[in-house]
Each structure stands twice: as structure tokens, then as C-alpha cells.
T-cell receptor, first 112, second 113 residues
């Protein structure tokens, strides 16, 4: 079955610094890959999605992710962190018509 | 607002009791998913329904059951509740099942005391 692994349960960056959240996937067939964000006391919100149309995917709030098949990775980046980016981020994978599997999540802290 | 509506938002109940969580999917979405989020287990997929039929099953306990009704709303029934069932339960919906974005509700907080 497909799965994702998020490296680092907590990431802390300074405001204005690069954000890099790591995600590696495992799938026997071409996957669909997603990044979701969860703000405190809220549900998960889609940041971006990879569907094989382009390897570099741009999402909301200045985030983007690059699909690298050779590395089975789908890391999330943002050039300059804002305080409002502090949240929990989830990488997810789905294949065919199966259920979506989420990673354990990475909590991003942004220091002033 | 994702368009997925969950009720109740908060629920406190005693061990051994039974509760029902309700979900209304986004208009037009045929798939409904249930997830459990807890501090120790993270986000766990429980079950998925597509147009009234069970489509996929995850880590759902036998004490838990779900169904999707003809009007596409769904209910998650949790029985013989234990302290460890305290968690945030999310419903999500999507138009189709293959590679489609799923949209999450705000969740139902369940506290078992």
C-alpha cells in the first residue's frame, strides 16, 4: 500500500527564512501527492497537489513543492516564512481509487 | 469554509456510552471519508464511502461503524467508548475517488471521561 514519511516532526525557522518540509513517498504505481495545512482548531486545508501534469507545483500562500521520482520525494518549500505560516503540515498520497494516506505531520514554528 | 459540515463540534461523554457524529459533504461530492486525529496516533484513516457504498476501510475499530445515506450525508457511530477514543474526528468529502482532492470539515471533538 502507498505511504508517506515526513522527516522531522518539528521544524523551526526565523521569519523571512526559507521553509523546507520534507516528504518521501512509497508507491508501486504513479501517485497523486498532496500537502495540507492545519491551523490550530481547524480542519485540514489543501495547499497544493501533484497530478503528474508538472513536477513543480505551486500552491497557496507562496508554497510550492517539487515531485522528484528518482528520490521518491515531494518536499514543500517557501522562500520566506511569515508568522502566519505557523501550523501543522501534512503530506499525503493516494493512488488509483484508493484512500488517501497521510504522513505524521510536521509542526512548523516561525520565530520573530 | 470547505463546505463540509460536521456536527456536533464538541462532545463530552462517559466511558461505555455511544455517540453519533454527523457529516454533510460538499454539494455534489459523492465520497465521504472519516479520519481520527489524536496526539499519539496522528491522523488515521477510518473508512470511506462512495455514493452509499463502503469503498475502503482503514484502522476502524469494530466498536465503530459508519454509513452513508441516500442524501449522501454520513454518520459515524462510536460505541462502548473508552478513554482512548478521545480525539478529533474529521469528515472529508470529494467528487470522485481517484486522485481527487478531499476537503475536510472542521472536525468533531470527542472527549470521553
Amino acid at each position: 500500500a502507498q505511504s508517506v514519511t515526513q522527516l522531522g516532526s518539528h521544524v523551526s525557522v526565523s521569519e523571512g527564512a526559507l521553509v523546507l518540509l520534507r516528504c518521501n513517498y512509497s508507491s508501486s504505481v504513479p501517485p497523486y501527492l498532496f500537502w495540507y495545512v492545519q491551523y490550530p482548531n481547524q480542519g485540514l486545508q489543501l495547499l497544493l497537489k501533484y497530478t503528474s501534469a508538472a513536477t513543480l507545483v505551486k500552491g497557496i500562500n507562496g508554497f510550492e513543492a517539487e515531485f522528484k521520482k528518482s528520490e521518491t520525494s515531494f518536499h514543500l518549500t517557501k522562500p520566506s516564512a511569515h508568522m502566519s505560516d505557523a501550523a501543522e503540515y501534512f503530506c499525503a498520497v493516494s493512488v488509483n481509487n484508493n484512500d488517501m494516506r497521510f504522513g505524521a505531520g510536521t509542526r512548523l514554528t516561525v520565530k520573530p | 469554509d470547505s463546505g463540509v459540515t460536521q456536527t456536533p463540534k464538541h462532545l463530552i461523554t462517559a466511558t461505555g456510552q455511544r455517540v453519533t457524529l454527523r457529516c454533510s459533504p460538499r454539494s455534489g461530492d459523492l465520497s465521504v471519508y472519516w479520519y481520527q486525529q489524536s496526539l499519539d496516533q496522528g491522523l488515521q484513516f477510518l473508512i470511506q464511502y462512495y455514493n452509499g457504498e463502503e469503498r475502503a476501510k482503514g484502522n476502524i475499530l469494530e466498536r465503530f461503524s459508519a454509513q452513508q445515506f441516500p442524501d449522501l450525508h454520513s454518520e459515524l457511530n462510536l460505541s462502548s467508548l473508552e478513554l482512548g477514543d478521545s480525539a478529533l474526528y474529521f469528515c472529508a468529502s470529494s467528487v470522485e475517488t481517484e486522485g481527487n482532492t478531499i476537503y475536510f470539515g472542521e472536525g468533531s471533538w470527542l472527549t470521553v471521561v
